[in-house]
C-alpha cells in the first residue's frame, strides 16, 4: 500500500469539516467496502455511526418541536433511514471516495443506496472515534440542515407511519383484521383491528375496509407510538 489514504480524499473530507484528520487508517476503513477483500471494512465504523446519528437527529427533533413522542419516533425513522443518509451523501459528493472491488463498482455499488448510507454512517463513526460527539452532531446538523427543515416524515399515511415505527422499533410488521361489517351496501360499516406482537391493539369503524385500517393504525400510533 504506497499511501493510506489518497490525497484528494483527505482533502475533500477535511474540507467537509471532518478534519483535520489524525488516524488516516481509521478513515480508509470507514470508507472501505467488503468487495475490496481486506482485514478491516466500513462495518464496525457504520455500527458506532449509526447509533451517534440516531442520537444526534433525536436531540435535534426534541429541541425544535413538541410532538407527541410518536410523531417524533415517525420523524427520527425517516430521517436516519439508509435512503436519507444515501440522499445526504450524494449531496455531499462522497461517492467518488468510496472504496469498492471492481466488480462492486462494475455493478453500480457507487450509487446504491445500501452502501451510500452505510458510509455516510461509517464516516459519522469515524469522526466521533476523532472527534468526540459534539463535533460529530455539529456535522450532522449541517449535512441534515435541509432535510429536516423539510417534510422528510411529515404527513406520513398511518399506514405508513405505523409499519415504519414497528420496523424501527423491531417488532413485527401489524396486522389487520376486519372485526364487523354491518349495514346494507350502500351504507356499509366496517370495524378493523390493526396489532403488534408483543405491543397491543386497536381498532376502528368506518365507511370502507381502507378508512378503517387507515383510523385503525392511527388509533394505535396514538396509543403506543
Known amino acids: ?54 442520537l444526534s437527529i433525536a436531540e435535534w427533533l426534541y429541541e425544535r418541536a413538541g410532538d407527541a413522542e410518536g410523531r417524533l419516533s415517525q420523524r427520527l425513522n425517516a430521517l436516519v433511514s439508509g435512503a436519507t443518509c444515501a440522499g445526504v451523501a450524494r449531496a455531499i459528493g462522497l461517492s467518488a471516495h468510496i472504496r469498492l472491488g471492481s466488480q462492486a463498482r462494475a ?14 454512517e461509517a464516516v459519522l463513526g469515524a469522526n466521533f472515534v476523532e472527534r468526540g460527539f459534539d463535533a460529530t452532531r455539529d456535522l450532522v ?9 423539510g417534510s422528510v416524515g411529515e404527513a406520513k399515511h398511518p399506514k405508513s407511519a ?12 401489524p396486522e389487520y383484521r376486519l372485526v364487523d361489517r354491518s349495514g346494507p351496501d350502500h351504507a356499509a360499516r366496517f370495524t378493523v383491528a390493526v396489532s403488534v406482537k408483543g405491543v397491543g391493539e386497536a381498532e376502528a369503524t368506518a365507511s370502507s375496509k381502507g378508512e378503517a385500517e387507515k383510523q385503525a393504525a392511527q388509533a394505535f400510533m396514538e396509543r403506543f407510538g
Do not use: C
Open 162 to 173: 405505523l409499519q415504519e415505527w414497528a420496523a424501527g422499533s423491531g417488532r413485527k410488521m
Open 141 to 149: 446538523r449541517s449535512f441534515w440542515a435541509e432535510t429536516v427543515g
Open 107 to 120: 455493478d453500480g455499488g457507487g450509487d446504491s443506496d445500501n452502501i451510500l448510507g452505510d458510509v455516510m
Open 1 to 54: 500500500m504506497s499511501r493510506v489514504l489518497e490525497p484528494d480524499t483527505r482533502a475533500f473530507l477535511e474540507a467537509l469539516g471532518f478534519g483535520p484528520l489524525r488516524d488516516e487508517t481509521l478513515w480508509r476503513e470507514a470508507l472501505t467496502h467488503g468487495s475490496m477483500g481486506e482485514k478491516r471494512d466500513y462495518e464496525r465504523l457504520e455500527f458506532l455511526g449509526d447509533r451517534v446519528l440516531g
